[in-house]
C-alpha cells in the first residue's frame, strides 16, 4: 500500500469517527498515532532514522518514577527523566541535574546547585504547551511526593526515618536545593541516583492524575510520543536535551526508542535473529547452551554476527542460613553451629559450579558478600571460602560430627529455577558427609516464609539499590528487621563499624570499615555466598557505544545505529 493510498484512507475514518462523537474519537486517534509510528518503526520508508529496539517479555507497569521498583520501569523512566545525581562507569556519583553539592560539617545538610539550562519536555501541561525551564522546586515537589502517602510509592522506603520530618527538602532559590537528614548518612548520594529520585513536573502530576503512569512529560533525553500496554512503547528524540558531547554536539544520537512486549523468550530471540530487536538482555536457559561454550564465549557459529556484552552486574546469589538462637528451627539444628556453617562453605567448588551450570556467567564468590564491581570490593584483603574438603572435614570433626556422623539432614529451601544448583550442592556436601535435602517451593512462598524467619536454609540474592556496599552490608546489621536481615544475624561488633560507616565522608576509609564488616560476615557464615552476577547482552554489530554497566541500567545517550549495516 502507497502511503498517499493509505493517508486517504485515514482521512476518510478520521471523519466517520469524528462524527460518533469526542470520546470515540480521541480513542481512535490514540490507537491510530500509535498503529502508524509502530509501523513506521518496522517499515523501511525511514532508513535515515536511528530507531533502537528492544523487548520487555515481564511487561511494564508504568511510567512513573514513583513507581520504579524493577528493570522494566527503571530502564523506560531513565530514558525520559534526569536525577540530581547519576552513576558513572566508574560507579562513583557524578553531577546530572545537580553541576555540584556541598555537605555540612556534621553530615547532616547536603546542598545542591542546579544547572540552569534544563527544561521539560513540551506538553499541554504547560502554559501554550511549551516545556518550562526545571527548578529547584521540582525537586522538592517530586521528593515530597515519593514519601506523601496518597502516593502510595514503593520507593518511600528510600527517605523514611533518614530525611527531617520538617525541614526535609528546601528549595532555597529556583537553582539551590537542600536536603537534611536526621542523622548522617553518606550513602545518601547514591540513593539520589536511583530512578524513583528523577524530577518529575507537578502541572503534568495534576493534568493528567492517575494517568500520569501512562503519560511521562519529563526532561530526559527521550520524550514520550505514545505506549499501547502490551503492544509497544514508542519514545522520541528530546531535540531540547541539555548534554552535548565533547565535540559539543547534542545528545542524544538516536531518533528514538521502540520497546515491544512479547511474553515468549522464544519470540524474542527469534525477533533479534530477524534483526528486528537490536539487543537481548540476559540469555534464556533454554538459549543458553546454544549460544555460548562452557567457559562463556560466543560458539563459533555466531562469531561476527553478534556481539556478547559481559560486565560485572551488581547481584550476588547465595544461601542464607538463620542464625537467631532465640528460634525453635535454629535450636534444634547443626546450623546453629559456626563450624558447620564454614564446612558447608568450603565443602562444594563453586568455580566447577560456575563452569558446567552457568556456562562461566558471574564469577564464584570466593570473596565477601559483596560483589565485585563496586569501588570497594577487595578480594585481596577479604578472602572468602575456597574448595577444600580437608578443611569441611576438619571442621565437621571439630564440630562432633566426624564424616558426618550423626549429622542430623539439613532441608535446603530454593526456586525452582535454581532446583539444579541446589542439587548440584547437595551432591558434593553429601561426599564430606552433610546430607541435604532440596525442597523447590514458589517464589512467593519463600519469601514470604524468609520474611516471616521460617526458612532456616535457603536460598537467596540482592541486587544493589544503589551502587554503595552500605546496601549490601546492611543486610546484616541486627537493628534492621527482615527484609533485608533474612538470617537474623546480631554481632555487637559489626553493628558499631556499620553505624561508623555511614557518617564516613572519606571514600578510602569507609571502604576499610566494610572490608572488615565484610570479614566479619565470612568469619561467621550466616550465608553461603555462591556467585557475583553478570550483566549479559546480546547485540548487533551495527550498534555502537552501548557500553554495559554494573547496575545493568540502559545506557542510551550516547549510543549509535548504523543503517547501512
Not at 506523601?148 to 514503593?154: E, F, I, Q, V
Not at 542523622?183 to 536511583?194: A, C, D, T, W, Y
Request: hydrophobic share 40%; glycine share 4%; net charge positive.
Amino acid at each position: 500500500m502507497s502511503f498517499k493510498y493509505c493517508h486517504s484512507s485515514l482521512i476518510i475514518l478520521l471523519k466517520k469517527y469524528k462524527a460518533t462523537g469526542l470520546k470515540h474519537y480521541s480513542l481512535f486517534i490514540g490507537f491510530l498515532s500509535l498503529s502508524i509510528i509502530i509501523a513506521s518503526c518496522n517499515s523501511h520508508q525511514h532508513a535515515d532514522k536511528t530507531i533502537f529496539r528492544y523487548n520487555e517479555s515481564s511487561g511494564l507497569a508504568s511510567l512513573d518514577p514513583a513507581f520504579a521498583k524493577n528493570k522494566q520501569v527503571m530502564w523506560s523512566v531513565h530514558q525520559l527523566y534526569n536525577t540530581l545525581i547519576e552513576i558513572d562507569s566508574t560507579m562513583q556519583m557524578a553531577p546530572s541535574l545537580a553541576k555540584r553539592w556541598d555537605i555540612s560539617k556534621d553530615n547532616l545538610v547536603f546542598t545542591f546547585y542546579l544547572r540552569n539550562d534544563v527544561f521539560f519536555a513540551d506538553d499541554e501541561c504547560f502554559a501554550s504547551g511549551k516545556g518550562r525551564k526545571l527548578t529547584a522546586q521540582d525537586v522538592e515537589y517530586s521528593f515530597k511526593r515519593i514519601t506523601d502517602k496518597n502516593t502510595a510509592s514503593p520507593g518511600a522506603w528510600i527517605f523514611n526515618n533518614r530525611i527531617d520530618s520538617i525541614n526535609g527538602f528546601t528549595a532555597i532559590n529556583d537553582s539551590v536545593f537542600q536536603l537534611k537528614l536526621i542523622r548522617p548518612f553518606q550513602s545518601i548520594l547514591g540513593i539520589l541516583s536511583m530512578q524513583y529520585c528523577s524530577v518529575v513536573a507537578k502541572e503534568a502530576v495534576e493534568k493528567y492524575k492517575n494517568d500520569f503512569r501512562r503519560h511521562p512529560v519529563g526532561s530526559g533525553p527521550f520524550s514520550f510520543v505514545a505506549w499501547e500496554e502490551g503492544q509497544a512503547l514508542v519514545l522520541k528524540k528530546n531535540e531540547n536535551y541539555f548534554e552535548r558531547d565533547t565535540a559539543g554536539n547534542r545528545l542524544p544520537y538516536l531518533d528514538g526508542i521502540k520497546v515491544s512486549f512479547y511474553d515468549s523468550k522464544a519470540t524474542e530471540f527469534l525477533e533479534f535473529q530477524q534483526n528486528r530487536l537490536d539487543f537481548i538482555d540476559d540469555i534464556d536457559p533454554s538459549f543458553k547452551d546454544e549460544m555460548l561454550t562452557k567457559t562463556g564465549n560466543l560458539k563459533k557459529i555466531w562469531e561476527g554476527k553478534i556481539e556478547l556484552q559481559k560486565q560485572p552486574y551488581l547481584n550476588i546469589e547465595y544461601l542464607g542460613i538463620l542464625v537467631d538462637e532465640q528460634n525453635e528451627l535454629v535450636k534444634n539444628s547443626p546450623l546453629r553451629l559456626q563450624k558447620i556453617r564454614q564446612a558447608i562453605n568450603y565443602g562444594f567448588d563453586r568455580r566447577k559450579m560456575m563452569l558446567y551450570l552457568r556456562n562461566s556467567i558471574g564469577i564464584a564468590a570466593e570473596s565477601g558478600f559483596v560483589p565485585c564491581g563496586l569501588p570497594s570490593f577487595d578480594s585481596v584483603n577479604v578472602k572468602g571460602y575456597q574448595y577444600n574438603v580437608a578443611k569441611a572435614k576438619q571442621l565437621l570433626a571439630e564440630a562432633g560430627y566426624a564424616d558426618g556422623k550423626n549429622l542430623p539432614e539439613i532441608k535446603l529451601l530454593t526456586i525452582p529455577i535454581y532446583g539444579d544448583l541446589g542439587n548440584y550442592i547437595a551432591n558434593e556436601l553429601r561426599q564430606i558427609g552433610i546430607n541435604i535435602q532440596v525442597e523447590v517451593i514458589q517464589k512467593s512462598l519463600l519469601l514470604e516464609q524468609t520474611s516471616k524467619s521460617q526458612a532456616l536454609f535457603f536460598r537467596g540474592s540482592w541486587i544493589a539499590d544503589y551502587p554503595d556496599a552500605e546496601n549490601y552490608l546492611s543486610v546484616f546489621y541486627s537493628k534492621n528487621p527482615a527484609p533485608p536481615n533474612y538470617t537474623r544475624y546480631k554481632n555487637a561488633t559489626y553493628d558499631l563499624l556499620y553505624e561508623k560507616s555511614l557518617s564516613e565522608k572519606n571514600d578510602s576509609l569507609r571502604y576499610k570499615l566494610y572490608q572488615q564488616m565484610d570479614k566479619i560476615i565470612i568469619a561467621d557464615a550466616p550465608v553461603v555466598p555462591l556467585w557475583y552476577d553478570m550483566a549479559i547482552h546480546l547485540v548487533h554489530t551495527n550498534i555502537k557505544n552501548f557500553p554495559a554497566n554494573s547496575l545493568n541500567l540502559l545506557e542510551l545517550r550516547r549510543t549509535k545505529k548504523d543503517n547501512t549495516e
